[in-house]
């Protein structure tokens, strides 16, 4: 099975800050890669796929790069509805696995 | 606009047994995909199993293989995930979400989800 680290597994920012989470994956999954945004008591939504593409409607503070086994999400000016908790997915190969998070909280 | 909504949570003994349903709408479910992906109490996420749209293809996490088998009914909209010989780390919120085509790639992704549904096993 492919592993999914992400780092840090927490952070404090402040609104207004750039944010860099980074994930990486314990073999080549080209760009099969995606992020999702949860917060508390919610249901994760999905904010990037392919590494880099938006999905529709995410505003574009946010983004996705890199391929085969190291990504980072950036968040470029953190507001407070960002704080939440993101993680990365693999889909290259099933089982499809998560990072184990990343908790995004306000300074 | 694509609507999932899971049920059949509750309270079970451990090595008992529980259905999940998951009823679409809003999209040609029998089109697409489908995965049940959940969360234990205050930690991550873990992908749990998924099936072809039309049900040909079938994959599942190694922690639930042999236990849990996913299964729709295309006719009803339906998507189902039957767990057997539950066990306290089965606990978790149950999610389905929807397989989402993208064409650059030609791979699925996870799209929508549904808000979820509570399985305690504990006696």
């Known amino acids: 099975d492919i592993q999914m680290t992400q780092s840090p597994s927490s952070l404090s920012a402040s609104v207004g800050d750039r944010v860099t989470i980074t994930c990486r994956a314990s073999q080549g999954i080209s760009n099969y890669l995606a992020w999702f945004q949860q917060k508390p008591g919610k249901a994760p939504k999905s904010l990037i796929y392919a590494a880099s593409s938006l999905q529709s409607g995410v505003p574009s503070k946010f983004s996705g790069s890199g391929s085969g086994t190291d990504f980072t999400l950036t968040i470029s000016s953190l507001q407070p509805e960002d704080f939440a908790t993101y993680y990365c997915?693999?889909?290259?190969?099933?089982?499809?696995?998560f990072g184990q998070g990343t908790k995004v909280e306000i300074k | 606009q694509v609507q999932l909504v899971e049920s059949g949570g509750g309270v079970v003994q451990p090595g008992g047994s529980l259905r999940l349903s998951c009823a679409a709408s809003g999209f040609t479910f029998s089109s697409y995909g489908m995965h049940w992906v959940r969360q234990a109490p205050g930690k991550g996420l873990e992908w749990v199993a998924f099936?072809?749209?039309?049900?040909?293809?079938?994959y599942y996490a190694d922690s639930v293989k042999g236990r849990f088998t996913i299964s729709r009914d295309n006719s009803k909209n339906t998507l189902y995930l039957q767990m057997n010989s539950l066990r306290a780390e089965d606990t978790a919120v149950y999610y389905c979400?929807?397989?989402?085509?993208?064409?650059?790639?030609?791979?699925?992704?996870?799209?929508?989800w549904g808000q979820g549904t509570l399985v305690t096993v504990s006696s």
């Open positions: 099936i072809r749209y039309d049900g040909s293809n079938k």
């Open positions: 997915q693999q889909y290259n190969s099933y089982p499809w696995t």
């Open positions: 979400a929807k397989d989402k085509y993208d064409i650059l790639t030609g791979y699925y992704h996870l799209g929508n």
